[in-house]
């Protein structure tokens, strides 16, 4: 796959029927082709390591307080343990889980969300950031588990977005009809966006997986999914209209 690419890069290196009549890059074309190979092999390596280091790291600095001295690893070798930090996170919060899903643990999260509750500002965040949680993290919920498009902002502009469910409440008793949520991110920055909610009818839903969505927002576009099936024939909310203007 390099060779194949380091070909690419060169210019001529694949040219089509000439025969290997085209003039040979020059030496500077080369080292610079070279060059480009090299970036595009060894960024997406150098990078993922980077950024795992730099969570084992964070992890391993939080909980290294929670260690005894004497259980410490990295008071007996002479270098640091990688990846102790993220072990005990998993064990501490499997023993948590554990512990809360008791009656004694129950009784103590009851008495903690009436304190809580109590507190003006901080009840607003924790309610909604439990809400979130549980919505997300629960078996049953598919958040952010499909990806449609939609118009948006414009008739004729497509974006990409996620579901992150049906539409309830005071807003769907607003309107007629099945709405959706779904989240618009923004590029090369996916956590930011913005919320729509736009009838069922009017999204085309794609195959894709989430990871390959968030990969094409990320990427601007250059990191473009496989695709799993042959592409619909036009918008969902297309074609009735298209049917209604025929019939006028």
Do not use: C
């Not at 390099?2 to 001529?12: A, I, K, M, S």
């Not at 598919?142 to 990409?160: D, K, L, N, Q, Y």
């Not at 799993?228 to 024939?233: E, L, T, V």
Request: proline share 9%; charged share 20%.
């Amino acid at each position: 796959m390099t060779e194949h690419l380091g070909r690419r890069l060169l210019p001529g290196g694949d040219g089509p029927g000439d025969g290997g009549a085209a003039k040979p890059p020059s030496l500077l074309r080369r080292l610079r082709a070279y060059l480009f190979t090299g970036i595009i092999v060894t960024a997406p390596v150098g990078i993922t390591f980077l950024i795992v280091w730099q969570i084992l790291d964070f992890l391993d600095t939080m909980t290294s307080r929670l260690i005894p001295a004497r259980y410490d690893p990295s008071n007996y070798l002479p270098f640091g343990v990688p990846g102790i930090g993220i072990v005990l996170a998993l064990v501490l919060l499997t023993f948590i889980g554990w512990f809360a899903a008791g009656f004694v643990g129950r009784s103590l999260m009851r008495m903690g969300e009436r304190v809580l509750d109590a507190m003006p500002v901080v009840r607003s965040i924790y309610s909604a950031l439990k809400q979130i949680f549980e919505t997300v993290l629960a078996e049953s919920s598919r958040s952010f588990r499909e990806v449609v498009m939609i118009e948006w902002p414009r008739r004729g502009v497509w974006v990409i977005g996620f579901v992150t469910g049906p539409t309830k409440g005071e807003i769907a008793e607003r309107f007629d009809g099945d709405f959706l949520n779904i989240f618009v991110p923004t590029t090369p920055n996916p956590t930011s966006g913005f919320l729509v909610f736009v009838p069922a009818r009017d999204t085309i839903r794609l195959d894709m997986a989430v990871e390959d969505g968030i990969k094409l927002v990320i990427s601007g576009g250059i990191v473009v999914p496989p695709v799993q099936i042959a592409p619909p024939a036009g918008p969902i909310a297309a074609q009735p209209a298209a049917s209604e203007s025929k019939a006028s």
